[in-house]
Structure formats: structure tokens, C-alpha cells
């Protein structure tokens, strides 16, 4: 059974950072797409970024290029999130998705989510 | 950057009665569609890829079709656990996009 277990949200500041996390089981990690993908309170679904299985290339929104690196661990079946010069309008509900197909690749699973609120 | 447009926005349905959501793109998406179906304080599931196949253990009265930049998903005969927000995702190109969401209510 595929899970996905986001952790690592929180209240941070504006201009501050946090990292996400997201441990996976039951399946075979290494070899698919992992991606974020987020949702503000009362809005709708907005993809974040992505990065393939195990050749380390990423994908960003436009929103958060520069802010926001992912990146994953392999050997601990984890995806993270680095989230640096956080604002207001990055509060939201982040959630981790594991990927399907080939060069292009949708959602399959999806965790539970993790918030993260930035407000002073 | 492909923009998706959901229409209706809501869409009001008694139940037993037949649901047709719609999805346009911006650019031609090929059948790098997806739907997800989502209900309050819940995570996406995923409904349909590939614009037409269903995905695991989602029931045969949620059917979707189209291709290019027209999409269409079916509910043929809406069950209470069917009201809730659908969202239409292309993954044809980056960055990926959602469209808006379309809330279907109970009538």
C-alpha cells in the first residue's frame, strides 16, 4: 500500500524558511516523479514542483522559483521541500504526490498534507 | 503557461442524475488530462489520467473524454459520495496547471 506522510509544517514569519518533509512506503521510490503541490485556504490546487526519480532534475512554479528547492534522499525514501523567503501568500496546505507515466507524469497518490501558515 | 478553465463552477445535481463537467485548455494538452476528485478536509484522489482511463478502484459511473483542449468527465448517475470539488490537471507541458475546480451540490 502506497503512503505518503508529510511532515515538517508550521507558523514561520515572513521571510523565513521551513523544510518539508515527506516519507514514502510501498513502492519502489527511487523510480518515480515525486512532486508538491499546494492548496491556500478556500482555493484551489496550485503544483509547486518536481523532481524525477533518480536524475536529480526539478521542476518549479513560477511563484516560488528561487524561494523553494526540492530535493530527495533516496536511500531514506524521503522528498523534502526547502522553502526560504516564505510571504503571506505562501500559506497553504502542501501536499506530497507521487508520480506516474514517463516524460509526462501526473498524481496518483497523495498525502494528507501538512500547513504552513507565514504571518507575523 | 497552459491555462485550464473548469466549467460550471458549481453545478447543482440531485442524486441519481447524470453530471458533465467540462475542462478547456488554453493549448492543445494532447490526452495529458487528469481529474482528481477532492471532498472537505480531505487529499486529491485521483479519478482519471490520460483523459480517459480510470484510474484503480474508481468506480465505472466516472467516465472523462476528450482530447486537444476540450475535456469532459461523466458522473452517469451521482451517489451521495460524489458531491464534492473536481479539478482538471494537464501534464502535457511545466509548468503543470490545475483548472479552477468545479464544486457539484446536491440539488
Known amino acids: 500500500e502506497v503512503q505518503l506522510l508529510e511532515s515538517g509544517g508550521g507558523l514561520v514569519q515572513p521571510g523565513g524558511s521551513l523544510r518539508l518533509s515527506c516519507a514514502a512506503s510501498g513502492f519502489t521510490f527511487s523510480s518515480y516523479v515525486m512532486n508538491w503541490v499546494r492548496q491556500a485556504p478556500g482555493k484551489g490546487l496550485e503544483w509547486v514542483s518536481s523532481?524525477?526519480?533518480?536524475?536529480?532534475?526539478?521542476y518549479y512554479a513560477d511563484s516560488v522559483k528561487g524561494r523553494f528547492t526540492i530535493s530527495r534522499d533516496n536511500s531514506k525514501n524521503t522528498l523534502y521541500l526547502q522553502m526560504n523567503s516564505l510571504r503571506a501568500e505562501d500559506t497553504a496546505v502542501y501536499y506530497c504526490?507521487?508520480?506516474?507515466?514517463?516524460?509526462?507524469?501526473?498524481?496518483?497518490?497523495w498525502g494528507q498534507g501538512t500547513r504552513v501558515t507565514v504571518s507575523s | 503557461e497552459i491555462l485550464m478553465t473548469q466549467s460550471p463552477a458549481t453545478l447543482s445535481v440531485s442524486p441519481g442524475e447524470r453530471a458533465t463537467l467540462s475542462c478547456r485548455a488554453s493549448?492543445?494538452?494532447?490526452?495529458?488530462l487528469a481529474w482528481y476528485q477532492q471532498k472537505p478536509g480531505q487529499a486529491p484522489r485521483l479519478l482519471i489520467y490520460g483523459a480517459s482511463t480510470r484510474a484503480t478502484g474508481i468506480p465505472a459511473r466516472f467516465s472523462g473524454s476528450g482530447s486537444g483542449t476540450e475535456f469532459t468527465l461523466t458522473i452517469s448517475s451521482l451517489q451521495s459520495e460524489d458531491f464534492a470539488l473536481y479539478y482538471c490537471?494537464?501534464?502535457?507541458?511545466?509548468?503543470?496547471?490545475f483548472g479552477q475546480g468545479t464544486k457539484v451540490e446536491i440539488k
Open positions: 504526490a507521487k508520480g506516474r507515466g514517463g516524460s509526462h507524469t501526473f498524481s496518483d497518490y
Open positions: 523532481i524525477s526519480g533518480s536524475d536529480g532534475y526539478t
Open positions: 490537471q494537464q501534464y502535457d507541458n511545466w509548468p503543470r496547471t
Open positions: 493549448q492543445s494538452v494532447s490526452s495529458n
